[in-house]
């Protein structure tokens, strides 16, 4: 059962609100989504889960890259150039902290560095709170993670009610705590606190991997699929998912371009200019979803391209959930 | 009949049209991963009928995985999958002889957002269904529902429970509701121009782009969709909220005469956007205009494919209207 | 529906996009200009064989990029120059009148009207009428597009 | 057969610019003649141009003129001689002379622009003719805003030869020292359409037309309803300017009249005309608008006339008073006071305004005309032809139709005058092509992937244009747009100058488009499309933006305005021209056969039409014998020999070598389309063959209905009008011995389930009545009716029926003729009883025989045949022509022809007429080695079809199927005609329309802003 988030969160929020520009989970149109708020109240922590994961922040849908004018004039606009001072990221599950970790490896990390990203992601301090309960779509430790990972985090919370306890994990949790007078509470995070929620079983991520490299070209991709309509809803909602596609457009003389999400899932994905498309049906599409997540990351970033957040899980229209196929793998036979 | 005894018997008729050879696909519905889910399933062979289901949360249109496949196909319809098959027959994407139509009647399916909503989002961990009720297991808790409380927007204006299209018929005939009407769509009418777009514009700003309602809906069939096609790019795949509400007004006005108000976009949308809001306004003006009702009968011409003399005119401007009368003012 | 001009946009005139067949209601453009009818220029004019070949992307796309405005014109019922083009559209354009001015796109915005050859009069009635009402309303913003 | 000239002359004299010369001047120029049109007026359009609407569509007249304007003013082989007259004829058929004086116009039309500043400054204002006076223009001039020639011309008598107009002029085209120019044309035939006049209304004084100004006629009150008549189609009426309240229309007025005037003919168009003015101004007028129509008879006999009238009735409200009003008073106020007998009393009614009905009525320019020609006239000044040969005039390869022939029409015009086409090329078959002109052109220049370089010609037009617009700055805009390489601005865009310009600059500059910024496509287009082959290049790389019709003359007093519109104009253009595509025309080969379907008049006489054409010909008839309903038929109303001409006609066809005859048979199936038809026709001895053909014509003809009811088949005196033909020509004792004959009129027509005129009843009731009476002096014949319909020239016949002792008596279609068996001693007597409506007093007849006048009904194989060659049927179940006043023998698929009874019920001599003009059309066809396919039609992607077939189902032209193999839409471009209905429909993208894709118009609509920021 939800029980509304404690005195001492709502009192850190405020503190917040003072020295950062605070986004945290609001209820827009009866669902909760990650905005900006300008007072504590505004928060919808007790809210359940945000419908879409936080990664609009530092990986927006649609980014302008730059504009020019077709008619020769200086009427084009300059791209945005992001956030002015320090952005608090509040009240995220720590499998959304952990997604960002993963976004950090792929795209502000190693040789190749997204600019745009990282405009964004360094004026960003994430804050989460520790989850007291599960879902039935939750599967955090299914992917390596648990209710209090602190990977991604820069703070991780527990909510105690009247109070909350901190660990403060990065550097920049440390400024931040500095700013507001929060305090590390090692003390905390030794507090039992009863049992940690279930999140789905713990499962052999390396032989997980070694099975599914061993099936790509498998017929059960075909019958996985059968039901797959090609929608992007598993790879929008999903924290990890970071592919993108760059558009130009044009209007009244301006021209624009920039980066939208792109998904695996649909078929122009991989469509080349000619009309042939390598992954030519829902299989081939759904097996590059799975391999990425569970095989391909693993490979380049030394994690999991999944944090069992569950949103796919639960708003899969014809419920495909990537938790069956998993386990199929996993199962006696090797193979599902 | 009870909801157990359709499953039996669609399970049987299921077997029995594999076994023959009659058909060499099933398409129905099984017991999803969580309760209140349930999942397309596609059987090919007599044996696994039993994974074969039906409750309320079939709310899926099945008409959506029929195209393209070959073979003699039987579905296990609704109502709405069987109107959406009728149009699609219509539109040469099925032939008729090629299916076999296991028709159930339908009471309207389950919202089970708005189940998760009323019990407190506390965790569903059981579902059963009698006597028009859901008995749940909610936090470890039996709570029991009304149906009726929990149907989905799109169920509870129905107008048509019964298989329009059918070669087995499971199930005793359900009532058919009085045509409700368009009430909704009046009530929203009647708001101020500006309101009625504030509320639109906050359906949309929801939009993600996902597709899911484009690519779940049984009569989106293009092999490319124009939001897709880059030349020319009528509406911009960027983040614009023209080109989003562009999109779906396009959409519904593809639709219009041929929504046969499944609901099953509303239910795939993952932010909720309540898509009805736009394809209901075509669905009324089609039916007042020109007195169509999508997927009722194979043989009505599709209303944009044809025209009347008596076609309505009055929306048109007629500028000498009134001012070249010199007796009326 | 008042004439009176919004303060703030005192001085500004409208955008319109007009498509219109080139049977008859191009035509009676041609006869408009032939007749020296004066109308306000806030009209563009685009040249389509029948009004049938409105798509309505055509119509959405105009607003999308910037008219505050659309006029479409065709021929009279019977007049069609391809027997019933302009009928079969006739259903179309209910509907997108319909769908858009629900939508919240004020009505006063989007136009559909008959001229024949011969009414170059009616044309230039039928541009001064809409160029109005559409500069009462303002500048359209429903669904002009603004890059994010 | 006609005698055919050995070397003719490819030449044909046309006389008259109306809708029946410009109808015959396109089918003969555009099946291989050479035309001269001859107009004694300054532009072509006549009669027609002036009408407001045509019944019974209500299409706008103009609307659907204008293009045949354009067309024949454009068309190579068509040479317009306006303000023309014929001086003489001299020559045998074949090689005739003409000789014919062209007046001066004193404007050259080569240069002349139509831009009407000349008017602008003309001192002199005189009454407008052509809105019957009720404006006016100047003494230079142009007839109507439309009128073809464009060029404007000088009334000499008004003129004051001040030279304002030469010196404001331009163009240089003014020359006041023009002289009339005689022409000697050498021409195989001539094709007489000099069309009619209206009756001058103040021969009756009684109507005070004339005197009282709210007293008009027909005509002036089209012009009055018209958009670019005086009121600009403000309906006002002439005394005071208000809105008429109450109107009057008043039948008859200079037709069916001995007493006043001396035409005893009926005008035949006067009634639905009247019906359609009525039902305009009720919906141009205010809601209350109250029309009455006073008539005799209401003769609403042609084709959807009778549902027009029921409509206008019911629907519409308008009132039908059958009462001859014979005087109209005047009250102080200027409305009118008209007296009329009702119910035993004389009432008396006000009326805001009287329209008059004039008749139609020959001039003496046309009485001029044919003694010139040699031809004869009746006593009313019409062309005397004959009945079995309704085009021939009495002078060898002069041919005449429309209201020249007696009362027309505009369908029936349309129709004559393709029928005179078809004989003048019948005549001429020998000598087709000889003397026509075609153009060569360069080949075109290789385009395949070069980049856009725009040239754009921004056309000032003297000071048409630049005189408000700033040419200059429009083409300094022109410069910057990208992939523009060459702009430059011009006086006037279209002089020779500029084409050899425009020439020029493509070659130098490397041009692969070009724009033209000037005045309207509509009539410009296919001058710089010439240019632009001319240069090398596709015509399709040609784009027009019309910166004159649409900025300088509509925006006058805001040049700022209207240059940043023009440059608006321009930039989507150049726009759209940066994606145009050249777009290729295919050659769809023609089989010079044609298959007529239909072994009675229509049917042979089209097949012999053809035959004479030159063309193949396969009849085939599904009976075992040639003739079809005129079998039964022995002689017409005027006592023409129908037996023998059948009999003369079912030989010829039999023995013509072209003609492949196939009795007994039947079309089983239809494949292909227009130029190769692949027909399966299945023999008597069912053998089934296939037959390839360009062309079809159906004329497979209708029925007799069988009557219900009036003890029809219960009592042997009670016959069907052709069965009682049939007892007459035999000598039948019984009709040769009768005392009492009752003839019904309507017998199952102009009721619920038949709710059409069967049209030739009437006559046939009166040739009945008078060869009965020729027989049996003493027979009494009482004719039983509801409107006699003895429409045009026929209505001599009725006088003469009257004067002979027929008895007509009106029934009202609710309180029917009953027949009862009556009780007479010596034999089975008939008792007939009905109500006179006009004595209002109910009699009772003893007939020996009662004649029933049945309905013409539909033929049984219609339906089937209209599904083989897919074209529609109307409501009643004829065969429905592509356009009731233009397309009266066309289908809108093309290469489909009908005549005779299959399109709907007419006599014997309109179906030979209608016979000729199917024929003459599919000459059209069959006279060419390919058609043309491709340019602007439909495309299909088939990777983006999903074969959904919504574009088959909305084409009109059935241009579009689905595939059954591929399940992918294919688009016929024979028979595509452009419209792009298909294209909009399509959900899926898959179908585009060259010349006007969704990428082009994409890109004009993104570029029609001016791209200021903060728009």
């Known amino acids: 059962m939800r029980r509304p988030p404690g005195r001492g969160i709502t009192d850190l929020v405020e503190r917040l609100l003072t020295v950062a520009e605070v986004y945290a989970p609001v209820e827009r149109d009866q669902s909760v989504v990650f905005d900006r708020i300008e007072s504590a109240r505004e928060a919808a922590i007790d809210r359940g889960p945000a419908a879409l994961s936080p990664k609009n922040l530092v990986f927006p849908r649609c980014e302008m890259l730059l504009s020019s004018s077709t008619r020769g004039d200086e009427s084009g606009r300059a791209p945005d150039p992001g956030p002015g001072g320090p952005r608090v990221l509040f009240g995220v599950r720590p499998c959304d902290a952990r997604a960002i970790a993963l976004l950090d490896r792929i795209l502000g990390g190693g040789e190749k560095t997204d600019s745009y990203y990282i405009r964004r992601r360094e004026s960003l301090v994430v804050i989460s709170i520790g989850c007291t309960e599960s879902l039935e779509t939750c599967f955090c430790e299914t992917t390596g993670g648990g209710p209090r990972s602190t990977e991604g985090s820069d703070i991780l919370l527990e909510d105690l009610g009247d109070r909350c306890e901190a660990s403060i994990i990065t550097e920049k949790g440390v400024w931040l705590a500095g700013q507001i007078g929060l305090e590390h509470d090692p003390a905390g995070a030794r507090t039992p606190r009863g049992p940690a929620p279930p999140a789905g079983p713990a499962a052999d991520l390396a032989e997980l991997k070694k099975r599914l490299d061993r099936s790509f070209e498998d017929q059960c991709w075909r019958d996985i699929a059968l039901k797959c309509i090609g929608c992007g809803v598993c790879t929008f909602l999903c924290p990890a998912c970071h592919c993108f596609d760059v558009i130009d457009e044009e209007t009244a003389g301006v021209r624009v371009r920039s980066r939208i999400w792109d998904s695996c899932q649909f078929p122009a994905f991989t469509e080349q200019a000619s009309g042939y498309n390598p992954r030519p049906s829902a299989a081939e599409r759904f097996r590059q979803r799975v391999m990425h997540k569970f095989s391909y990351c693993i490979e380049r970033y030394g994690m999991p391209g999944c944090v069992g957040c569950g949103r796919c899980v639960s708003r899969c229209p014809v419920n495909l959930d990537i938790r069956t196929v998993t386990a199929s793998f996993l199962g006696d036979g090797g193979e599902p | 009949m009870e909801a157990s005894a359709i499953v039996r018997t669609v399970r049987e008729r299921a077997a029995e049209l594999l076994a023959s050879g009659r058909v060499d696909l099933v398409i129905g519905f099984e017991q999803g991963s969580m309760p209140m889910r349930a999942a397309p399933c596609f059987v090919s062979d007599a044996d696994g009928t039993d994974r074969l289901v039906w409750n309320s949360f079939c709310g899926v249109n099945l008409a959506r995985f029929l195209r393209g496949r070959h073979g003699r196909i039987a579905v296990v319809a609704k109502a709405c999958d069987t109107r959406a098959l009728v149009e699609l027959i219509k539109e040469n994407q099925l032939c008729r002889t090629d299916m076999v139509v296991i028709g159930v009647p339908c009471a309207g399916m389950v919202d089970s957002a708005a189940v998760e909503e009323i019990t407190g989002h506390a965790g569903i961990t059981g579902v059963e269904e009698a006597d028009g009720r859901l008995l749940l297991t909610a936090g470890g808790s039996p709570v029991s529902l009304p149906r009726e409380d929990v149907l989905c927007r799109s169920c509870r204006r129905c107008s048509t429970r019964n298989p329009v299209i059918c070669d087995i018929a499971v199930g005793e005939r359900a009532p058919e509701p009085e045509i409700p009407g368009f009430l909704d769509v009046d009530q929203f009418a009647a708001l101020p121009s500006e309101e009625r777009r504030t509320r639109i514009e906050a359906e949309m700003k929801r939009c993600i782009r996902c597709n899911a309602c484009r690519n779940v809906c049984p009569m989106c069939y293009c092999v490319r969709c124009f939001a897709d096609d880059a030349f020319p790019q009528w509406v911009g795949r960027g983040g614009d909220p023209g080109s989003v509400m562009s999109f779906h007004l396009v959409r519904a006005l593809h639709l219009a005469g041929r929504c046969v108000e499944c609901g099953a976009c509303e239910r795939a949308c993952p932010t909720g956007v309540d898509l009805g809001i736009l394809n209901r306004r075509m669905s009324a003006d089609v039916y007042r205009h020109f007195g169509y009702r999508p997927g009722m009968a194979p043989e009505i011409p599709s209303p944009l494919s044809t025209f009347s003399p008596g076609d309505p005119e009055d929306f048109m401007l007629e500028p000498d209207r009134g001012r070249s009368c010199g007796c009326g003012g | 529906m008042t004439t009176g001009e919004n303060p703030s946009t005192a001085g500004w005139e409208p955008g319109i996009v007009a498509f219109l067949c080139n049977w008859c209601s191009y035509a009676g453009a041609d006869s408009a200009g032939v007749g020296r009818h004066q109308y306000p220029s806030s009209v563009r004019i685009i040249r389509v064989p029948c009004a049938g070949r409105i798509s309505p992307f055509f119509i959405i796309s105009a607003f999308l990029e910037g008219a505050d405005g659309v006029l479409v014109s065709g021929c009279h019922p019977g007049d069609c120059h391809y027997t019933s083009g302009n009928l079969i559209a006739r259903r179309r354009f209910i509907l997108l009148k319909s769908l858009l001015e629900h939508a919240g796109v004020e009505e006063g915005r989007l136009w559909f009207t008959w001229v024949s050859a011969s009414e170059g009069g009616r044309f230039a009635a039928v541009v001064d009428t809409v160029t109005k009402r559409v500069r009462a309303l303002g500048p359209a913003s429903c669904l002009r597009r603004r890059f994010i | 057969m006609t005698m055919k000239p050995a070397e003719p002359t490819g030449a044909v004299l046309v006389i008259g610019g109306g809708i029946g010369g410009i109808q015959a001047s396109l089918d003969l120029a555009n099946s291989g003649f050479r ?204 005394s005071d300017g208000r809105m008429p309240r109450r109107i009057a229309w008043i039948q008859c007025v200079g037709s069916r009249d001995i007493h006043r005037v001396n035409n005893g003919y009926c005008s035949s168009v006067c009634c639905t005309s009247a019906i359609k003015e009525a039902v305009v101004a009720r919906e141009h007028g205010c809601p209350d608008l109250e029309a009455t129509v006073f008539h005799i008879d209401i003769r609403t006999h042609g084709k959807g006339f009778e549902r027009y009238f029921d409509r206008a009735r019911n629907e519409h409200g308008v009132r039908f008073a059958r009462s001859e009003i014979h005087r109209v008073f005047q009250d102080a106020s200027g409305d009118l006071i008209l007296r009329y007998p009702e119910g035993g009393a004389v009432r008396e009614e006000v009326f805001d305004l009287v329209v008059l009905s004039t008749g139609m009525v020959q001039s003496a320019a046309n009485r001029e005309l044919a003694a010139r020609l040699g031809i004869e006239l009746d006593e009313h000044g019409f062309c005397v032809t004959d009945t079995l040969s309704p085009v021939d005039t009495s002078v060898p390869g002069v041919f005449a139709a429309g209201a020249f022939t007696g009362p027309r029409d505009i369908p029936e015009t349309v129709m004559g005058a393709s029928a005179a086409a078809s004989r003048a090329a019948e005549l001429l078959s020998r000598a087709r092509h000889s003397s026509t002109r075609s153009r060569k052109y360069p080949p075109e220049k290789p385009f395949g992937g070069s980049r856009p370089r725009i040239g754009v010609f921004v056309c000032r037009c003297g000071i048409n244009i630049a005189g408000v617009v700033d040419v200059e700055a429009v083409r300094d805009h022109a410069a910057g747009l990208p992939n523009v390489v060459y702009a430059v601005d011009t006086l006037f865009a279209c002089s020779q100058d500029s084409q050899r310009m425009i020439r020029e600059a493509v070659s130098e500059h490397g041009l692969n488009r070009v724009v033209v910024a000037a005045c309207t496509p509509r009539t410009h287009e296919p001058l710089f499309q010439e240019t632009l082959r001319e240069a090398g290049l596709n015509k399709h790389l040609f784009e027009m933006a019309n910166i004159r019709d649409q900025c300088s003359w509509v925006h006058q007093a805001e040049p700022g305005n209207a240059t940043a519109k023009a440059m608006d104009l321009v930039r989507m253009s150049a726009a759209r021209a940066r994606l145009m595509k050249p777009l290729a025309q295919t050659s769809v080969g023609v089989e010079r056969s044609a298959l007529v379907i239909g072994g009675g008049v229509a049917g042979m006489v089209s097949a012999s039409a053809l035959a004479d054409q030159g063309f193949g010909v396969h009849l085939v008839e599904s009976s075992g014998r040639l003739g079809g309903n005129a079998l039964r038929l022995r002689s017409t109303l005027d006592g023409s020999d129908v037996a023998s001409f059948v009999k003369g006609l079912s030989e010829r066809v039999s023995n013509d070598p072209s003609i492949d005859l196939h009795l007994g048979a039947q079309v089983t199936d239809v494949a292909g389309f227009v130029g190769s038809f692949r027909s399966t026709v299945e023999e008597a001895d069912g053998r089934r063959v296939e037959i390839v053909h360009g062309a079809a014509v159906i004329a497979t003809g209708a029925e007799p209905h069988t009557p219900s009811g009036f003890l029809y088949g219960l009592d042997p005196g009670v016959l069907t009008l052709p069965q009682l033909e049939e007892r007459i020509s035999a000598g039948d004792p019984v009709a040769a011995s009768c005392r009492n004959v009752v003839l019904i009129q309507c017998a199952g027509s102009r009721e619920p389930g038949r709710p059409w005129c069967s049209r030739v009843c009437c006559s046939e009731s009166l040739k009945l009545a008078l060869e009965m009476l020729d027989r049996n002096p003493g027979i009494r014949i009482y004719i039983l009716y509801r409107d006699i319909r003895t429409y045009g020239l026929r209505e001599k016949y009725y006088l003469e029926a009257r004067e002979r002792g027929v008895r007509f008596l ?189 990428a082009e118009i994409h890109a004009m609509i993104g570029s029609f802003t001016s791209g200021n920021a903060g728009r």
């Open chain 4, 35 to 238: 035309v001269y049109l001859l107009e004694r007026l300054g532009a072509i359009g006549g009669a027609m141009a002036a009408l407001d609407k045509t019944f019974p569509t209500n299409d706008c007249s103009m609307c659907i003129l204008s293009p045949k304007l354009v067309e024949c003013g454009r068309h190579l082989n068509i040479e317009l001689l306006t303000n023309s007259e014929l001086l003489a004829l001299e020559g045998v058929p074949g090689a005739f002379i003409a000789t014919v004086e062209q007046k001066p116009r004193y404007v050259d039309i080569e240069k002349c622009t139509g831009c009407g500043e000349c008017a602008g400054v003309c001192p002199v204002r005189l009454p407008d003719a052509f809105n019957r006076g009720f404006s006016t223009r100047k003494a230079i001039y142009r007839l109507y805003e439309q009128a073809h020639p464009p060029a404007y011309q000088i009334d000499m008598n008004a003129c004051r030869r001040c030279g304002l107009c030469a010196r404001t002029c331009a163009a240089w085209a003014v020359d006041l020292s023009m002289e009339p120019v005689t022409h000697r044309l050498e021409v195989g035939a001539v094709v007489a359409c000099p069309g009619f006049e209206t009756f001058d209304a103040a021969r009756i004084a009684n109507y005070g037309y004339g005197l009282f100004p709210n007293v008009i006629t027909g005509i002036e009150f089209e012009r009055i309803l018209s958009a670019s008549g005086p009121t600009r189609g403000n309906l006002r009426r002439p």
């Open chain 4, 810 to 998: 009106r029934y009202d279609p609710d309180d029917p003729p009953v027949i009862e068996r009556g009780d007479r001693e010596g034999g089975a007597g008939l008792r007939v009883t009905a109500t006179d409506t006009v004595l209002g007093e109910r009699f009772t007849i003893d007939a020996d025989l009662v004649g029933l006048a049945v309905a013409v009904v539909p033929s049984g194989s219609s339906r089937r045949l209209a599904g083989l060659f897919k074209v529609p049927l109307d409501e009643d179940g004829f065969f429905m022509e592509a356009h009731a006043k233009l397309r009266p023998v066309d289908f809108p698929t093309d290469g489909v022809f009908v005549c005779g009874l299959a399109h709907g019920p007419k006599t014997i001599d309109e179906s030979i007429v209608q016979a000729g003009a199917a024929a003459a059309r599919a000459s059209l066809v069959l006279c060419r080695d390919s058609i043309e396919a491709g340019g602007t039609v439909c495309v299909i992607d088939s990777a983006k079809c999903s074969g959904c077939g919504i574009c088959a189902l909305v084409c009109p032209f059935r241009a579009v199927e689905i595939d059954a193999e591929e399940h992918r839409a294919i688009v016929n471009e024979a028979l595509c005609k452009g419209c792009g209905l298909c294209v909009a429909s399509c959900r899926s993208g898959a179908a585009d329309l060259g010349g006007f894709t969704d």
